[in-house]
Protein backbone atom coordinates (compact mmCIF):
# COMPACT_ATOMS: atom_id res chain seq x y z
CA UNK A 1 0.00 0.00 0.00
CA UNK A 2 1.45 3.90 -0.96
CA UNK A 3 1.67 5.97 1.80
CA UNK A 4 -0.86 9.03 1.54
CA UNK A 5 1.07 11.73 0.40
CA UNK A 6 1.48 14.87 2.65
CA UNK A 7 1.27 17.15 -0.23
CA UNK A 8 -1.31 16.64 -3.27
CA UNK A 9 0.14 13.94 -6.08
CA UNK A 10 -0.51 16.31 -9.25
CA UNK A 11 -0.59 13.47 -12.46
CA UNK A 12 -2.07 13.20 -15.51
CA UNK A 13 -4.10 11.84 -17.87
CA UNK A 14 -3.52 10.46 -21.68
CA UNK A 15 -6.72 10.97 -23.26
CA UNK A 16 -8.44 7.27 -25.10
CA UNK A 17 -8.14 9.02 -28.18
CA UNK A 18 -5.00 10.96 -28.10
CA UNK A 19 -3.05 10.28 -31.83
CA UNK A 20 -0.88 7.36 -31.60
CA UNK A 21 2.11 8.99 -32.37
CA UNK A 22 1.94 11.18 -29.30
CA UNK A 23 1.54 8.79 -26.98
CA UNK A 24 5.03 8.01 -26.28
CA UNK A 25 6.21 11.81 -26.21
CA UNK A 26 3.18 12.60 -24.38
CA UNK A 27 4.24 10.11 -21.36
CA UNK A 28 8.01 11.41 -21.49
CA UNK A 29 7.11 14.93 -21.30
CA UNK A 30 5.34 14.37 -18.54
CA UNK A 31 7.93 12.81 -17.07
CA UNK A 32 10.27 15.35 -17.70
CA UNK A 33 7.73 18.13 -15.90
CA UNK A 34 7.40 16.73 -13.02
CA UNK A 35 4.25 14.88 -12.93
CA UNK A 36 3.89 12.11 -10.10
CA UNK A 37 1.54 9.54 -12.68
CA UNK A 38 0.64 8.68 -16.39
CA UNK A 39 -3.03 7.18 -16.16
CA UNK A 40 -4.25 5.51 -19.05
CA UNK A 41 -7.40 4.60 -20.46
CA UNK A 42 -8.82 1.04 -21.20
CA UNK A 43 -12.33 2.36 -23.06
CA UNK A 44 -14.18 0.14 -25.52
CA UNK A 45 -13.64 0.71 -29.33
CA UNK A 46 -9.60 2.53 -28.59
CA UNK A 47 -6.44 0.98 -26.61
CA UNK A 48 -6.15 -1.72 -24.05
CA UNK A 49 -5.34 -0.80 -20.63
CA UNK A 50 -2.29 -3.18 -20.30
CA UNK A 51 -0.45 -2.60 -23.34
CA UNK A 52 -0.68 0.89 -23.12
CA UNK A 53 0.87 0.79 -19.65
CA UNK A 54 3.33 -1.34 -20.40
CA UNK A 55 4.63 1.00 -23.77
CA UNK A 56 4.58 3.74 -21.29
CA UNK A 57 6.81 2.30 -18.22
CA UNK A 58 9.44 1.38 -20.82
CA UNK A 59 9.24 4.48 -22.86
CA UNK A 60 10.06 6.18 -19.43
CA UNK A 61 12.63 5.95 -16.37
CA UNK A 62 11.00 6.99 -13.15
CA UNK A 63 7.26 8.05 -13.53
CA UNK A 64 4.52 5.96 -12.07
CA UNK A 65 1.67 4.90 -14.66
CA UNK A 66 -2.04 3.66 -13.64
CA UNK A 67 -4.30 1.84 -15.84
CA UNK A 68 -7.93 3.51 -14.97
CA UNK A 69 -9.44 1.30 -15.74
CA UNK A 70 -9.87 -2.66 -16.19
CA UNK A 71 -13.90 -3.63 -16.83
CA UNK A 72 -13.27 -6.86 -14.22
CA UNK A 73 -15.80 -8.91 -16.73
CA UNK A 74 -13.63 -8.14 -19.49
CA UNK A 75 -10.73 -10.82 -18.35
CA UNK A 76 -10.15 -13.63 -16.09
CA UNK A 77 -8.70 -13.01 -12.74
CA UNK A 78 -6.20 -15.26 -13.19
CA UNK A 79 -4.84 -14.17 -16.01
CA UNK A 80 -5.30 -10.38 -15.37
CA UNK A 81 -3.03 -11.25 -12.31
CA UNK A 82 -0.19 -12.63 -14.49
CA UNK A 83 -0.06 -9.23 -16.65
CA UNK A 84 -0.39 -6.98 -13.59
CA UNK A 85 2.56 -9.54 -11.78
CA UNK A 86 4.17 -9.36 -15.16
CA UNK A 87 4.50 -5.32 -15.25
CA UNK A 88 5.39 -5.15 -11.64
CA UNK A 89 8.53 -7.47 -11.83
CA UNK A 90 9.57 -5.80 -15.03
CA UNK A 91 9.03 -2.17 -13.32
CA UNK A 92 8.90 -2.41 -9.69
CA UNK A 93 7.09 0.19 -7.94
CA UNK A 94 5.84 2.32 -10.54
CA UNK A 95 2.56 0.71 -11.40
CA UNK A 96 -1.21 1.11 -9.82
CA UNK A 97 -4.39 -0.90 -11.46
CA UNK A 98 -7.85 0.56 -11.48
CA UNK A 99 -10.49 -2.13 -11.84
CA UNK A 100 -14.19 -1.53 -12.28
CA UNK A 101 -17.52 -2.51 -13.62
CA UNK A 102 -17.18 -1.13 -17.11
CA UNK A 103 -19.84 0.95 -18.90
CA UNK A 104 -22.94 -1.64 -18.63
CA UNK A 105 -23.86 -0.92 -22.16
CA UNK A 106 -20.30 -1.32 -23.41
CA UNK A 107 -20.21 -4.64 -21.29
CA UNK A 108 -23.51 -5.70 -22.32
CA UNK A 109 -22.62 -5.45 -25.86
CA UNK A 110 -19.81 -7.83 -25.73
CA UNK A 111 -21.69 -10.26 -23.33
CA UNK A 112 -19.89 -9.23 -19.85
CA UNK A 113 -22.31 -7.53 -17.93
CA UNK A 114 -22.95 -9.70 -14.78
CA UNK A 115 -26.09 -10.35 -12.52
CA UNK A 116 -24.39 -8.79 -9.97
CA UNK A 117 -21.78 -6.08 -11.00
CA UNK A 118 -21.16 -5.73 -6.88
CA UNK A 119 -20.22 -9.25 -6.18
CA UNK A 120 -18.53 -9.52 -9.79
CA UNK A 121 -16.03 -6.44 -8.78
CA UNK A 122 -15.48 -7.97 -4.93
CA UNK A 123 -14.83 -11.02 -6.38
CA UNK A 124 -12.46 -9.88 -8.57
CA UNK A 125 -10.73 -7.75 -6.58
CA UNK A 126 -10.23 -9.66 -4.01
CA UNK A 127 -8.53 -12.29 -5.83
CA UNK A 128 -6.41 -10.61 -7.52
CA UNK A 129 -5.03 -9.25 -4.26
CA UNK A 130 -4.43 -12.34 -2.88
CA UNK A 131 -2.76 -13.86 -5.92
CA UNK A 132 -0.39 -10.91 -6.26
CA UNK A 133 0.13 -11.63 -2.70
CA UNK A 134 1.43 -15.17 -3.60
CA UNK A 135 -1.57 -16.86 -2.43
CA UNK A 136 -2.25 -20.05 -4.00
CA UNK A 137 -6.20 -19.78 -4.00
CA UNK A 138 -9.09 -22.32 -3.93
CA UNK A 139 -12.37 -20.34 -4.45
CA UNK A 140 -15.62 -21.34 -5.75
CA UNK A 141 -17.29 -18.12 -5.62
CA UNK A 142 -20.13 -16.81 -7.77
CA UNK A 143 -18.14 -15.47 -10.93
CA UNK A 144 -14.32 -16.08 -9.84
CA UNK A 145 -13.97 -19.94 -9.71
CA UNK A 146 -9.92 -20.97 -8.77
CA UNK A 147 -8.33 -24.14 -8.37
CA UNK A 148 -5.28 -24.07 -6.51
CA UNK A 149 -4.17 -21.01 -8.90
CA UNK A 150 -0.55 -19.86 -7.71
CA UNK A 151 1.76 -17.08 -9.57
CA UNK A 152 4.96 -17.46 -9.43
CA UNK A 153 5.67 -14.04 -7.52
CA UNK A 154 8.98 -14.54 -6.76
CA UNK A 155 10.40 -11.73 -8.66
CA UNK A 156 8.34 -9.38 -7.36
CA UNK A 157 8.93 -6.50 -5.50
CA UNK A 158 8.03 -5.97 -1.64
CA UNK A 159 5.23 -4.28 -1.74
CA UNK A 160 2.53 -5.44 -4.86
CA UNK A 161 1.15 -2.73 -7.18
CA UNK A 162 -2.10 -1.15 -5.44
CA UNK A 163 -5.61 -2.40 -6.62
CA UNK A 164 -8.09 0.18 -7.01
CA UNK A 165 -11.73 0.46 -7.41
CA UNK A 166 -13.07 2.92 -10.37
CA UNK A 167 -16.60 2.64 -8.99
CA UNK A 168 -19.24 5.00 -8.31
CA UNK A 169 -22.67 5.10 -5.85
CA UNK A 170 -23.23 4.06 -2.71
CA UNK A 171 -23.17 0.27 -2.87
CA UNK A 172 -20.05 0.32 -5.23
CA UNK A 173 -18.05 2.53 -2.71
CA UNK A 174 -18.75 0.67 -0.38
CA UNK A 175 -17.09 -2.60 -1.95
CA UNK A 176 -13.60 -0.16 -2.56
CA UNK A 177 -13.93 0.55 0.94
CA UNK A 178 -13.54 -2.83 1.72
CA UNK A 179 -11.69 -4.65 -0.51
CA UNK A 180 -9.28 -2.04 -2.38
CA UNK A 181 -6.06 -0.32 -1.74
CA UNK A 182 -8.12 2.94 -2.84
CA UNK A 183 -11.19 4.77 -5.51
CA UNK A 184 -10.37 6.06 -8.39
CA UNK A 185 -13.36 8.90 -8.93
CA UNK A 186 -14.02 9.84 -13.00
CA UNK A 187 -14.53 13.31 -13.88
CA UNK A 188 -15.67 15.79 -12.25
CA UNK A 189 -14.81 15.31 -8.92
CA UNK A 190 -15.59 18.67 -6.89
CA UNK A 191 -14.39 18.79 -2.66
CA UNK A 192 -18.16 17.88 -1.93
CA UNK A 193 -18.11 14.84 -4.14
CA UNK A 194 -14.60 13.84 -2.76
CA UNK A 195 -15.84 14.15 0.75
CA UNK A 196 -19.24 12.32 0.04
CA UNK A 197 -17.47 9.14 -1.83
CA UNK A 198 -15.34 9.08 1.45
CA UNK A 199 -18.55 8.62 4.04
CA UNK A 200 -19.64 5.74 1.35
CA UNK A 201 -16.47 3.98 1.44
CA UNK A 202 -16.11 4.40 4.92
CA UNK A 203 -12.60 2.17 4.56
CA UNK A 204 -11.07 0.71 7.82
CA UNK A 205 -7.30 1.27 6.52
CA UNK A 206 -5.68 3.52 4.54
CA UNK A 207 -7.38 3.80 1.17
CA UNK A 208 -6.06 6.38 -1.69
CA UNK A 209 -8.48 8.48 -3.45
CA UNK A 210 -7.63 9.44 -7.28
CA UNK A 211 -10.09 12.20 -8.37
CA UNK A 212 -9.90 12.67 -12.31
CA UNK A 213 -10.64 16.18 -13.33
CA UNK A 214 -10.52 18.23 -16.41
CA UNK A 215 -7.59 21.15 -16.55
CA UNK A 216 -7.20 24.45 -18.21
CA UNK A 217 -4.44 26.97 -16.89
CA UNK A 218 -3.84 30.72 -17.83
CA UNK A 219 -2.84 34.11 -16.81
CA UNK A 220 -6.46 35.13 -17.87
CA UNK A 221 -9.01 33.03 -16.19
CA UNK A 222 -11.97 33.55 -18.49
CA UNK A 223 -9.45 31.56 -21.00
CA UNK A 224 -9.03 28.93 -19.29
CA UNK A 225 -12.56 28.29 -18.43
CA UNK A 226 -13.37 29.00 -22.09
CA UNK A 227 -11.45 26.18 -22.66
CA UNK A 228 -12.49 23.78 -20.29
CA UNK A 229 -16.04 24.26 -21.23
CA UNK A 230 -15.78 21.87 -24.25
CA UNK A 231 -14.63 19.23 -22.56
CA UNK A 232 -17.75 19.49 -19.89
CA UNK A 233 -20.18 18.76 -22.26
CA UNK A 234 -20.65 15.41 -21.30
CA UNK A 235 -21.67 15.83 -17.39
CA UNK A 236 -24.86 16.15 -18.11
CA UNK A 237 -25.90 12.03 -18.69
CA UNK A 238 -27.91 10.66 -16.20
CA UNK A 239 -24.36 8.37 -15.47
CA UNK A 240 -22.58 11.37 -13.92
CA UNK A 241 -25.20 12.35 -11.40
CA UNK A 242 -23.64 11.35 -8.41
CA UNK A 243 -20.67 13.88 -9.22
CA UNK A 244 -22.82 16.47 -9.43
CA UNK A 245 -25.80 15.39 -6.34
CA UNK A 246 -23.32 17.33 -3.46
CA UNK A 247 -22.97 20.46 -5.02
CA UNK A 248 -24.73 23.22 -3.87
CA UNK A 249 -26.34 24.21 -7.85
CA UNK A 250 -27.10 20.48 -8.35
CA UNK A 251 -30.75 21.22 -9.00
CA UNK A 252 -29.97 23.91 -11.07
CA UNK A 253 -27.76 21.56 -12.56
CA UNK A 254 -30.48 19.33 -13.11
CA UNK A 255 -33.04 21.43 -14.51
CA UNK A 256 -31.06 23.27 -16.76
CA UNK A 257 -29.62 19.97 -18.31
CA UNK A 258 -33.31 18.98 -18.80
CA UNK A 259 -33.96 21.95 -20.84
CA UNK A 260 -31.62 21.90 -23.32
CA UNK A 261 -31.62 19.46 -26.07
CA UNK A 262 -28.16 18.90 -26.87
CA UNK A 263 -25.00 18.85 -25.10
CA UNK A 264 -23.58 21.46 -27.00
CA UNK A 265 -26.56 23.89 -25.93
CA UNK A 266 -26.07 22.71 -21.86
CA UNK A 267 -21.99 23.45 -22.21
CA UNK A 268 -22.25 26.81 -23.71
CA UNK A 269 -25.38 27.46 -21.24
CA UNK A 270 -23.40 26.64 -18.58
CA UNK A 271 -22.84 29.64 -15.88
CA UNK A 272 -18.76 30.06 -15.23
CA UNK A 273 -18.87 29.47 -11.98
CA UNK A 274 -19.91 25.62 -12.37
CA UNK A 275 -16.74 25.36 -14.59
CA UNK A 276 -14.95 26.04 -12.18
CA UNK A 277 -16.39 24.08 -9.67
CA UNK A 278 -16.57 21.06 -12.40
CA UNK A 279 -12.71 21.48 -12.87
CA UNK A 280 -9.44 22.57 -11.89
CA UNK A 281 -9.00 26.07 -13.87
CA UNK A 282 -8.05 29.68 -14.37
CA UNK A 283 -5.00 31.14 -13.25
CA UNK A 284 -2.15 29.00 -12.04
CA UNK A 285 -2.69 30.17 -8.78
CA UNK A 286 -6.59 29.56 -8.58
CA UNK A 287 -5.03 25.74 -10.03
CA UNK A 288 -3.40 25.87 -7.63
CA UNK A 289 -5.94 26.36 -4.79
CA UNK A 290 -8.28 24.11 -6.12
CA UNK A 291 -5.90 21.09 -5.63
CA UNK A 292 -5.35 22.05 -1.90
CA UNK A 293 -8.96 22.28 -1.80
CA UNK A 294 -9.39 18.39 -3.16
CA UNK A 295 -6.61 17.25 -1.24
CA UNK A 296 -7.87 18.44 2.24
CA UNK A 297 -11.13 17.30 1.52
CA UNK A 298 -9.17 13.23 0.97
CA UNK A 299 -7.98 13.17 -2.33
CA UNK A 300 -4.46 11.76 -2.42
CA UNK A 301 -3.93 11.82 -6.30
CA UNK A 302 -5.00 14.70 -8.73
CA UNK A 303 -5.04 13.41 -12.71
CA UNK A 304 -5.43 16.40 -14.77
CA UNK A 305 -7.01 15.85 -17.93
CA UNK A 306 -5.45 18.28 -20.59
CA UNK A 307 -7.80 20.15 -22.85
CA UNK A 308 -7.41 22.10 -26.38
CA UNK A 309 -6.05 20.66 -29.78
CA UNK A 310 -2.55 20.26 -28.89
CA UNK A 311 -2.23 17.82 -26.18
CA UNK A 312 1.68 18.02 -25.40
CA UNK A 313 1.16 22.17 -25.46
CA UNK A 314 -1.37 22.26 -22.48
CA UNK A 315 0.48 19.60 -20.58
CA UNK A 316 3.36 22.30 -20.85
CA UNK A 317 0.84 24.27 -19.54
CA UNK A 318 -0.25 22.37 -16.71
CA UNK A 319 2.89 22.01 -15.41
CA UNK A 320 3.27 25.14 -13.23
CA UNK A 321 0.72 23.03 -10.58
CA UNK A 322 3.84 19.96 -10.64
Known amino acids: MSPTPAVPAVSVLLARDLPTAQILPF ?18 GFRGGIAQAAAVL ?35 GRIDIGVGHGMPGWMRSVGQWPTSPLAFLRESIDALRQLLRGQRLDTRGRYVHLDGVHLDTSALPGTVPDILAGVRGPKSLAVSGAVA ?20 IDATRPHRLVAYNIAAVDPDPATAIAAARPALEWIGEPDWHAHIAPLPFAEEFTALRARCST ?20 TPEQARNRIEELHRAGVTDTVLAPTGPDPLAALDTLAVLC
Open 58 to 92: AATTDIRVGIGLLPAGARNTAFAAMEVATLAQLFP
Open 263 to 282: REEFTQRMPDEWISQLSVTG
Open 181 to 200: DGTILAEPVAPQYARAALQQ
Open 27 to 44: ARRAEELGFAAVWVVEDL
